[in-house]
């Protein structure tokens, strides 16, 4: 089935730790996004990646990193995670050229102890 | 700063009822609004909207976008209780290598029997 998968669904981590947020797509969109959601905040923009080879930051980039290792998979790297960043994490792509709205995944709900 | 504001925060209405929920916004370069619906997990895609006045319909679910006075509707007739869900606008806006999206903090729906 085309879509978004994102691993893991769910994390817990302690303050201080890593780890990575995977997400792949197999709807050939160029462009690919992470978001976070918190209550009364809507989701915000953390990195997103125009096109294969490039990343940008977006509205909330501290305390992350992305790498987008190819067409298919948008990584989101927490280096050394605070409670701030206790959140619901979504992976979306999306294709400019095709006027083809913005496909989310499932989520990664993620808790900072 | 760009900005999407939804209205109400949150409402309860009972099965067979209409409900309209408001977007409004102010975003520079606007390329789309579009509704979103989100249940436990991943948004899904409703509309987009592009041009002002003409009405998307799909079921019972319609909606329509000003862009003089900076406003989209999403009407849902004959409620049903699988429409509880939270409702999310957001806006494209154009930007360098690809489009973004600036989403409001959404309108949550409940259905009561």
């Known amino acids: 089935n085309a879509g978004v998968t994102q691993t893991p669904k769910f994390q817990v981590l302690k303050t201080g730790q890593s780890m990575t947020l995977q997400c792949a797509q197999d709807?050939?969109?160029?462009?690919m996004y992470w978001y976070r959601q918190d209550p009364g905040m809507g989701l915000r923009l953390i990195y997103y990646?125009?096109?294969?080879?490039?990343?940008d930051k977006g509205e909330v980039p501290n305390g992350y990193n992305v790498s987008r290792l190819n067409k298919r998979e948008f990584s989101l790297r927490l280096e050394s995670a605070a409670p701030s960043q206790t959140s619901v994490y979504f992976c979306?792509?999306?294709?400019?050229?095709?006027?083809?709205?913005?496909?989310f995944g499932d989520g990664t709900r993620l808790s900072i102890l | 700063e760009d900005k999407v504001v939804q209205s109400p925060l949150s409402l309860v209405v009972h099965e067979g009822d209409t409900v309209t929920l408001n977007c409004s916004y102010e975003?520079?370069?606007?390329?789309?609004l579009l509704w979103y619906k989100q249940e436990k997990k991943a948004p899904t895609f409703l509309f987009m909207l592009?041009?002002?006045?003409i009405e998307k319909k799909s079921g019972r679910l319609s909606s329509i976008l000003d862009k003089k006075e900076l406003f989209s509707i999403l009407n849902i007739t004959a409620t049903q209780t699988g429409d509880s869900a939270i409702y999310l606008c957001?806006?494209?806006?154009?930007?360098?290598?690809?489009?973004?999206?600036?989403f409001g903090t959404g309108t949550l729906l409940a259905v009561q029997p």
């Open positions: 979306a792509t999306g294709d400019r050229g095709r006027s083809q709205p913005q496909h």
């Open positions: 709807m050939n969109h160029n462009s």
């Open positions: 990646s125009a096109s294969e080879g490039t990343t």
């Open positions: 975003v520079t370069n606007f390329r789309s």
């Open positions: 592009t041009s002002s006045g």
């Open positions: 957001a806006v494209e806006r154009y930007g360098g290598a690809t489009n973004k999206l600036i």
